[in-house]
Protein backbone atom coordinates (compact mmCIF):
# COMPACT_ATOMS: atom_id res chain seq x y z
CA UNK A 1 0.00 0.00 0.00
CA UNK A 2 1.45 3.52 -0.65
CA UNK A 3 0.46 6.00 1.15
CA UNK A 4 0.32 9.88 0.25
CA UNK A 5 0.68 12.24 3.28
CA UNK A 6 0.02 15.62 2.73
CA UNK A 7 2.18 17.66 5.11
CA UNK A 8 5.80 16.71 5.82
CA UNK A 9 6.43 17.95 9.61
CA UNK A 10 6.75 16.04 12.64
CA UNK A 11 3.52 13.87 12.23
CA UNK A 12 4.19 13.01 8.49
CA UNK A 13 7.56 11.63 9.71
CA UNK A 14 6.13 9.68 12.67
CA UNK A 15 3.06 8.59 10.90
CA UNK A 16 5.92 6.36 8.54
CA UNK A 17 7.95 5.60 10.56
CA UNK A 18 4.99 4.06 12.19
CA UNK A 19 3.83 2.39 9.15
CA UNK A 20 6.81 0.86 7.82
CA UNK A 21 6.71 -2.65 9.81
CA UNK A 22 3.22 -2.80 8.75
CA UNK A 23 4.64 -2.92 5.08
CA UNK A 24 3.50 0.54 3.99
CA UNK A 25 5.78 2.83 1.80
CA UNK A 26 5.20 6.55 2.05
CA UNK A 27 5.12 10.11 -0.26
CA UNK A 28 5.32 12.99 1.33
CA UNK A 29 3.59 16.62 -0.12
CA UNK A 30 5.19 19.16 1.29
CA UNK A 31 5.65 23.29 -0.26
CA UNK A 32 9.26 23.08 1.45
CA UNK A 33 12.03 21.13 0.32
CA UNK A 34 13.84 20.94 4.13
CA UNK A 35 10.51 19.51 5.22
CA UNK A 36 11.64 16.88 8.09
CA UNK A 37 9.05 13.77 6.92
CA UNK A 38 11.62 13.87 3.84
CA UNK A 39 13.82 12.88 5.92
CA UNK A 40 12.41 9.32 6.07
CA UNK A 41 10.12 9.26 2.90
CA UNK A 42 10.04 10.20 -0.42
CA UNK A 43 9.36 14.32 -0.63
CA UNK A 44 7.25 15.86 -3.30
CA UNK A 45 7.71 19.30 -3.29
CA UNK A 46 4.45 21.63 -4.35
CA UNK A 47 2.14 24.04 -3.85
CA UNK A 48 -1.14 23.29 -1.90
CA UNK A 49 -3.37 23.61 -5.70
CA UNK A 50 -5.61 21.18 -6.77
CA UNK A 51 -3.19 20.39 -10.24
CA UNK A 52 -0.39 19.70 -8.01
CA UNK A 53 -1.68 17.63 -4.82
CA UNK A 54 -3.16 15.99 -8.16
CA UNK A 55 -0.02 14.95 -9.75
CA UNK A 56 1.23 14.26 -5.89
CA UNK A 57 -1.30 11.57 -5.90
CA UNK A 58 -0.84 9.79 -8.96
CA UNK A 59 0.13 6.14 -8.25
CA UNK A 60 -1.05 6.24 -4.69
CA UNK A 61 -3.31 3.87 -2.99
CA UNK A 62 -5.27 6.32 -0.49
CA UNK A 63 -4.17 9.91 1.24
CA UNK A 64 -3.98 11.45 4.29
CA UNK A 65 -3.03 14.34 5.69
CA UNK A 66 -1.02 16.24 8.79
CA UNK A 67 -1.38 19.17 8.02
CA UNK A 68 -4.78 21.38 8.83
CA UNK A 69 -4.74 24.20 6.37
CA UNK A 70 -4.55 21.89 3.31
CA UNK A 71 -7.28 23.37 1.22
CA UNK A 72 -10.62 21.55 1.19
CA UNK A 73 -10.91 21.84 -2.51
CA UNK A 74 -7.78 20.60 -3.35
CA UNK A 75 -8.56 17.29 -1.24
CA UNK A 76 -12.00 16.79 -2.41
CA UNK A 77 -10.51 16.81 -6.36
CA UNK A 78 -8.67 13.74 -5.56
CA UNK A 79 -10.29 10.73 -7.54
CA UNK A 80 -8.63 8.17 -4.73
CA UNK A 81 -10.02 7.50 -0.93
CA UNK A 82 -8.62 10.74 1.03
CA UNK A 83 -9.03 10.06 5.26
CA UNK A 84 -10.26 11.98 6.87
CA UNK A 85 -12.82 12.93 5.41
CA UNK A 86 -12.77 16.80 3.51
CA UNK A 87 -15.65 17.27 5.74
CA UNK A 88 -14.03 17.06 8.81
CA UNK A 89 -10.93 19.39 7.51
CA UNK A 90 -13.58 21.68 6.59
CA UNK A 91 -15.11 22.63 9.81
CA UNK A 92 -11.69 22.31 11.99
CA UNK A 93 -10.30 25.18 9.41
CA UNK A 94 -13.34 27.51 10.28
CA UNK A 95 -13.42 28.08 14.30
CA UNK A 96 -16.98 29.49 14.15
CA UNK A 97 -18.41 26.83 11.92
CA UNK A 98 -16.27 24.49 14.31
CA UNK A 99 -18.16 25.44 17.53
CA UNK A 100 -21.66 25.65 16.05
CA UNK A 101 -21.28 21.49 14.79
CA UNK A 102 -20.28 20.81 18.14
CA UNK A 103 -22.85 23.31 19.59
CA UNK A 104 -25.19 21.25 17.24
CA UNK A 105 -24.31 17.70 18.72
CA UNK A 106 -25.40 19.11 22.16
CA UNK A 107 -21.66 19.43 23.32
CA UNK A 108 -20.88 22.49 25.46
CA UNK A 109 -18.67 25.09 23.85
CA UNK A 110 -17.49 28.83 25.89
CA UNK A 111 -20.05 31.05 24.48
CA UNK A 112 -19.50 32.36 21.12
CA UNK A 113 -20.47 35.19 18.76
CA UNK A 114 -18.95 36.06 15.41
CA UNK A 115 -17.76 38.97 14.53
CA UNK A 116 -17.38 41.20 10.73
CA UNK A 117 -16.90 44.13 12.68
CA UNK A 118 -17.72 46.65 15.49
CA UNK A 119 -21.96 46.26 15.75
CA UNK A 120 -20.94 42.51 15.64
CA UNK A 121 -18.58 43.33 18.69
CA UNK A 122 -20.68 45.30 20.82
CA UNK A 123 -22.97 42.44 20.29
CA UNK A 124 -20.89 39.77 21.49
CA UNK A 125 -19.26 41.61 23.83
CA UNK A 126 -22.95 41.92 25.42
CA UNK A 127 -23.65 38.41 25.08
CA UNK A 128 -20.03 36.41 26.17
CA UNK A 129 -19.01 39.25 28.53
CA UNK A 130 -15.50 40.18 29.82
CA UNK A 131 -12.80 38.90 29.76
CA UNK A 132 -12.76 37.16 25.96
CA UNK A 133 -10.50 36.44 23.31
CA UNK A 134 -10.88 37.62 19.67
CA UNK A 135 -9.86 35.40 17.54
CA UNK A 136 -9.58 35.13 13.79
CA UNK A 137 -12.22 32.45 12.12
CA UNK A 138 -9.54 30.66 9.93
CA UNK A 139 -5.61 30.25 9.78
CA UNK A 140 -4.68 30.27 13.45
CA UNK A 141 -2.51 27.80 15.62
CA UNK A 142 -0.50 27.65 18.82
CA UNK A 143 -2.45 30.72 20.07
CA UNK A 144 -1.62 33.20 17.26
CA UNK A 145 -4.63 35.21 15.51
CA UNK A 146 -5.66 35.99 18.61
CA UNK A 147 -6.09 38.31 21.68
CA UNK A 148 -7.08 37.97 25.09
CA UNK A 149 -9.16 41.34 25.71
CA UNK A 150 -10.24 42.84 29.37
CA UNK A 151 -12.07 46.21 28.23
CA UNK A 152 -14.13 47.64 25.63
CA UNK A 153 -10.97 49.49 24.35
CA UNK A 154 -9.06 46.32 23.90
CA UNK A 155 -11.54 44.94 22.36
CA UNK A 156 -11.73 47.78 19.62
CA UNK A 157 -7.98 47.93 19.34
CA UNK A 158 -8.05 43.83 18.86
CA UNK A 159 -10.82 43.94 16.30
CA UNK A 160 -8.27 46.39 14.12
CA UNK A 161 -5.28 44.35 14.82
CA UNK A 162 -6.89 41.23 14.14
CA UNK A 163 -8.78 42.23 10.42
CA UNK A 164 -11.83 43.87 11.24
CA UNK A 165 -13.71 40.72 10.14
CA UNK A 166 -14.04 36.99 9.77
CA UNK A 167 -13.37 36.88 13.97
CA UNK A 168 -15.41 35.43 16.41
CA UNK A 169 -15.48 36.65 19.91
CA UNK A 170 -15.45 33.71 23.06
CA UNK A 171 -15.79 33.89 26.57
CA UNK A 172 -12.92 33.60 28.55
CA UNK A 173 -13.22 30.17 30.55
CA UNK A 174 -11.43 30.20 34.18
CA UNK A 175 -10.44 26.37 33.12
CA UNK A 176 -9.29 24.20 36.14
CA UNK A 177 -7.19 22.83 33.45
CA UNK A 178 -6.94 21.87 29.91
CA UNK A 179 -7.58 18.36 28.45
CA UNK A 180 -7.48 16.55 25.44
CA UNK A 181 -9.34 12.94 24.63
CA UNK A 182 -7.73 11.50 20.87
CA UNK A 183 -10.23 9.35 19.49
CA UNK A 184 -9.79 6.39 16.48
CA UNK A 185 -12.34 5.36 14.02
CA UNK A 186 -12.10 2.76 11.68
CA UNK A 187 -13.56 1.69 8.30
CA UNK A 188 -15.97 -0.24 9.38
CA UNK A 189 -17.34 2.01 12.16
CA UNK A 190 -15.30 0.75 15.32
CA UNK A 191 -14.08 2.94 17.82
CA UNK A 192 -11.46 3.35 20.13
CA UNK A 193 -10.28 6.22 22.98
CA UNK A 194 -7.15 6.99 24.42
CA UNK A 195 -7.14 8.22 28.19
CA UNK A 196 -7.75 11.92 28.87
CA UNK A 197 -4.49 13.69 28.61
CA UNK A 198 -3.40 16.98 30.66
CA UNK A 199 -1.80 19.48 28.65
CA UNK A 200 -0.06 22.26 29.85
CA UNK A 201 1.19 25.30 27.22
CA UNK A 202 3.05 28.53 27.44
CA UNK A 203 3.13 31.21 25.25
CA UNK A 204 0.15 29.53 23.14
CA UNK A 205 2.43 26.37 22.67
CA UNK A 206 1.62 22.86 24.20
CA UNK A 207 4.50 22.09 26.85
CA UNK A 208 3.99 18.95 28.74
CA UNK A 209 1.27 16.17 28.15
CA UNK A 210 0.56 14.06 31.20
CA UNK A 211 -1.18 10.86 30.83
CA UNK A 212 -2.89 9.52 31.75
CA UNK A 213 -4.93 13.51 33.32
CA UNK A 214 -4.40 12.80 36.94
CA UNK A 215 -7.73 12.20 39.26
CA UNK A 216 -9.57 12.15 35.66
CA UNK A 217 -13.06 9.93 36.58
CA UNK A 218 -14.53 7.40 34.77
CA UNK A 219 -17.25 10.03 34.39
CA UNK A 220 -15.30 12.61 33.22
CA UNK A 221 -13.76 9.81 30.59
CA UNK A 222 -17.44 8.62 29.70
CA UNK A 223 -18.48 12.11 28.85
CA UNK A 224 -15.63 12.71 26.64
CA UNK A 225 -15.85 10.07 24.88
CA UNK A 226 -19.84 10.55 24.47
CA UNK A 227 -18.86 13.81 22.95
CA UNK A 228 -16.31 12.44 20.39
CA UNK A 229 -18.52 9.84 19.46
CA UNK A 230 -20.95 12.11 18.21
CA UNK A 231 -18.32 14.06 16.45
CA UNK A 232 -16.97 10.77 14.63
CA UNK A 233 -20.45 9.61 13.68
CA UNK A 234 -21.66 12.64 12.32
CA UNK A 235 -18.30 13.00 10.46
CA UNK A 236 -18.43 9.53 9.20
CA UNK A 237 -15.13 9.99 10.34
CA UNK A 238 -11.78 7.37 9.41
CA UNK A 239 -8.65 7.85 11.86
CA UNK A 240 -7.60 9.54 14.69
CA UNK A 241 -9.29 12.31 15.75
CA UNK A 242 -8.00 14.75 18.89
CA UNK A 243 -10.63 16.89 20.36
CA UNK A 244 -8.74 19.81 23.29
CA UNK A 245 -11.52 20.92 26.02
CA UNK A 246 -11.07 23.04 29.11
CA UNK A 247 -12.11 20.72 32.05
CA UNK A 248 -14.28 23.31 34.95
CA UNK A 249 -14.73 20.96 37.37
CA UNK A 250 -16.78 17.77 36.25
CA UNK A 251 -17.61 19.87 32.94
CA UNK A 252 -15.80 19.99 30.06
CA UNK A 253 -16.39 22.45 27.33
CA UNK A 254 -15.18 21.72 23.67
CA UNK A 255 -12.63 24.39 22.68
CA UNK A 256 -10.89 22.64 19.11
CA UNK A 257 -10.84 19.55 17.43
CA UNK A 258 -7.74 18.50 14.72
CA UNK A 259 -8.56 15.81 11.97
CA UNK A 260 -5.37 13.98 12.33
CA UNK A 261 -2.62 12.68 14.60
CA UNK A 262 -1.97 15.12 17.88
CA UNK A 263 1.60 16.64 19.68
CA UNK A 264 -0.92 16.02 22.81
CA UNK A 265 -1.18 11.69 21.49
CA UNK A 266 2.56 11.67 21.09
CA UNK A 267 3.13 9.14 24.44
CA UNK A 268 1.57 6.53 22.90
CA UNK A 269 4.99 6.06 21.27
CA UNK A 270 6.05 4.41 23.98
CA UNK A 271 3.44 5.00 26.60
CA UNK A 272 0.25 2.83 25.09
CA UNK A 273 -0.16 -0.46 23.47
CA UNK A 274 -0.96 1.23 20.07
CA UNK A 275 0.32 4.35 18.85
CA UNK A 276 -1.99 7.19 17.52
CA UNK A 277 0.11 6.81 14.40
CA UNK A 278 -0.16 3.24 13.99
CA UNK A 279 -3.74 3.42 14.51
CA UNK A 280 -4.40 6.23 12.49
CA UNK A 281 -2.96 3.87 9.70
CA UNK A 282 -4.85 1.08 10.69
CA UNK A 283 -8.16 2.72 10.68
CA UNK A 284 -7.31 4.23 7.29
CA UNK A 285 -6.90 0.73 5.65
CA UNK A 286 -9.68 -1.03 7.35
CA UNK A 287 -7.16 -3.27 9.21
CA UNK A 288 -8.58 -3.88 13.37
CA UNK A 289 -7.81 -1.28 15.58
CA UNK A 290 -5.08 -1.53 18.45
CA UNK A 291 -5.19 -1.43 22.21
CA UNK A 292 -5.09 1.76 23.75
CA UNK A 293 -4.04 0.66 26.79
CA UNK A 294 -1.25 2.26 28.74
CA UNK A 295 2.31 1.09 29.43
CA UNK A 296 2.32 2.87 32.49
CA UNK A 297 2.20 6.97 33.42
CA UNK A 298 3.64 9.30 30.74
CA UNK A 299 4.92 12.51 30.37
CA UNK A 300 5.73 14.56 27.13
CA UNK A 301 7.55 17.27 27.03
CA UNK A 302 7.99 19.26 23.50
CA UNK A 303 11.22 20.58 22.44
CA UNK A 304 10.72 24.34 21.56
CA UNK A 305 13.74 26.29 20.38
CA UNK A 306 16.54 24.45 21.40
CA UNK A 307 18.59 21.23 21.27
CA UNK A 308 19.00 19.74 24.98
CA UNK A 309 22.10 17.56 25.60
CA UNK A 310 20.93 14.34 24.07
CA UNK A 311 22.64 12.18 26.71
CA UNK A 312 21.24 13.35 29.75
CA UNK A 313 18.19 12.85 28.48
CA UNK A 314 18.78 9.22 27.82
CA UNK A 315 20.35 9.08 31.15
CA UNK A 316 16.85 9.11 32.81
CA UNK A 317 15.01 5.76 33.45
CA UNK A 318 12.04 5.47 31.22
CA UNK A 319 12.88 8.93 28.91
CA UNK A 320 12.80 8.19 25.18
CA UNK A 321 13.87 11.01 22.68
CA UNK A 322 12.34 12.27 19.69
CA UNK A 323 14.46 14.13 17.58
CA UNK A 324 12.39 15.79 14.58
CA UNK A 325 16.05 16.53 12.30
CA UNK A 326 14.44 20.11 11.79
CA UNK A 327 16.71 23.03 12.22
CA UNK A 328 16.42 24.92 15.39
CA UNK A 329 14.51 28.03 15.27
CA UNK A 330 13.06 30.14 18.23
CA UNK A 331 9.73 28.74 18.82
CA UNK A 332 9.62 25.89 16.65
CA UNK A 333 8.92 22.38 18.35
CA UNK A 334 12.10 20.32 16.90
CA UNK A 335 11.37 17.60 19.31
CA UNK A 336 9.94 15.74 22.20
CA UNK A 337 11.02 13.50 25.22
CA UNK A 338 8.42 10.87 26.60
CA UNK A 339 8.85 9.29 29.67
CA UNK A 340 6.96 5.93 31.02
CA UNK A 341 7.02 5.67 34.60
CA UNK A 342 5.07 2.89 36.75
CA UNK A 343 3.48 5.34 38.75
CA UNK A 344 2.29 8.86 39.39
CA UNK A 345 5.68 9.45 41.77
CA UNK A 346 8.26 7.88 39.55
CA UNK A 347 6.85 10.12 36.68
CA UNK A 348 7.17 13.06 38.55
CA UNK A 349 10.65 12.85 39.67
CA UNK A 350 11.47 11.64 36.04
CA UNK A 351 10.42 14.81 35.23
CA UNK A 352 12.41 16.40 38.08
CA UNK A 353 15.70 14.56 36.59
CA UNK A 354 14.80 15.81 32.62
CA UNK A 355 15.07 19.40 34.11
CA UNK A 356 12.71 20.10 31.23
CA UNK A 357 9.79 21.33 32.77
P1 LIG B 1 -6.72 27.84 20.75
O1 LIG B 1 -5.76 28.09 19.65
O2 LIG B 1 -8.10 28.33 20.47
O3 LIG B 1 -6.71 26.43 21.24
O4 LIG B 1 -6.18 28.71 21.99
C1 LIG B 1 -4.87 28.54 22.48
C2 LIG B 1 -4.90 28.59 23.99
O5 LIG B 1 -5.49 29.80 24.46
C3 LIG B 1 -5.75 27.49 24.61
O6 LIG B 1 -5.03 26.30 24.70
C4 LIG B 1 -6.07 28.13 25.96
O7 LIG B 1 -4.98 28.00 26.84
C5 LIG B 1 -6.26 29.58 25.63
N1 LIG B 1 -7.69 29.82 25.32
C6 LIG B 1 -8.29 29.75 24.13
N2 LIG B 1 -9.61 30.01 24.21
C7 LIG B 1 -9.88 30.26 25.51
C8 LIG B 1 -11.07 30.59 26.24
N3 LIG B 1 -12.26 30.72 25.65
N4 LIG B 1 -10.93 30.75 27.58
C9 LIG B 1 -9.74 30.63 28.20
N5 LIG B 1 -8.59 30.33 27.56
C10 LIG B 1 -8.64 30.15 26.24
Known sequence: MRI???GGGQLGRMLALAGYPLGLSFRIFDPSEEACAGQVAPLFVGRYRAEEVGRFAEGLDLVTYEFENVPVEAVRSLPLPVFPPARALEVAQDRLLEKEFFRGLGVPTPPFHPVDGPEDLQEGLLRVGLPALLKTRRGGYDGKGQALVRTLEEAQG????????GLLLEGFVPFDREVSLLAVRGRGGEVAFYPLVENRHQGGILRLSLAPAAGASPKLQKKAEGYAQRALEALDYV??????FFQVGEELLFNEMAPRVHNSGHWTIEGAETSQFENHLRAL??????STALRGYSAMVNLIGFRPDFAQILSVKGAHLHWYGKEVRPGRKVGHVTLVAPDEARREEGLRALGLV
Do not use: H, N, S
Open 285 to 290: LGLPLG
Open 4 to 6: GVL
Open 158 to 165: ALEALGGK
Open 239 to 244: GVLALE
